[in-house]
């Protein structure tokens, strides 16, 4: 899926109710968000935080609670998930000592036109790199994330990954679909997703997506996560 065409697809989703949207399914959220809290722990008091598929800002909204003094940028192509994100953080920011916004720089766009500055100590891409089709490209992606890391700087990742040539993968996307459901996305909804599960996500085995995450300059990635079709990972710049 190309730029244009992922931005469009953010972009037709209504960012005001996405969060309560997807609220059933929260615990595949808070559990992937509690182990990367784990895995960070071990950055500076003032570390500084990439993240590139923003979204709404949940990640950085769980992370900026635990860590009060850690800097971040919100990299997101869909203008209106962005504001639906700052609009949070504004209000969390009025409501507690240690303000969320103001620690926060919002980037609409992708990651090659966030003007450079200092290393990021971590970075974080949650259900992102799977949207890229092409393999070589998909390196590049994390190429990118790397080039903007610190020297051992540590990139959280997770995508919809399975063999999907395997005799299991049948019974486990029928699964996958009815938690799915779960989100009340109704039929036609669910029948589009399977569709761009087909056309317009790349989903592969795990064993090809860390390869993929560690040519694009990290170490051995190390899977630390998996609900279902989501599997997570983390890896050091190489």
């Not at 994100?85 to 209000?91: I, L, S």
Request: proline share 4%.
């Amino acid at each position: 899926m190309n730029d244009e065409k992922l931005q469009a697809t953010f972009n037709q989703q209504a960012a005001s109710a996405y969060d309560s949207q997807w609220a059933r399914l929260a615990p595949f959220r808070v559990a992937l968000h509690l182990l990367a809290t784990a895995i960070l722990a071990e950055l500076p008091a003032d570390a500084r935080i990439l993240c590139v598929g923003a979204g709404t800002g949940a990640e950085i909204l769980a992370l900026a609670e635990k860590f009060p003094a850690w800097r971040f940028t919100a990299v997101e192509p869909s203008g209106p998930m962005l504001e639906v994100f700052r609009r949070k953080a504004q209000e969390q920011e009025q409501e507690q000592e240690q303000g969320i916004a103001s620690r926060c720089t919002f980037h609409e766009g992708y990651l090659d036109s966030l003007p450079q500055g200092e290393p990021f100590d971590a970075a974080t891409s949650l259900l992102v790199s799977h949207f890229i089709l092409q393999q070589d490209e998909r390196a590049g992606f994390f190429r990118g994330i790397r080039q903007r890391l610190c020297s051992n700087g540590i990139l959280i990742n997770s995508d919809l990954t399975s063999d999907t040539d395997a005799p299991h993968y049948g019974a486990l996307l029928e699964v996958w679909m009815r938690t799915m459901a779960g989100a009340d996305l109704g039929q036609e909804k669910l029948e589009q997703m399977r569709a761009a599960y087909r056309r317009g996500v790349a989903i592969l085995a795990p064993e090809i997506v860390a390869g993929i995450i560690a040519s694009g300059g990290f170490d051995t990635p190390v899977q630390f996560y998996q609900c279902g079709l989501i599997h997570g990972w983390f890896a050091r710049a190489a």
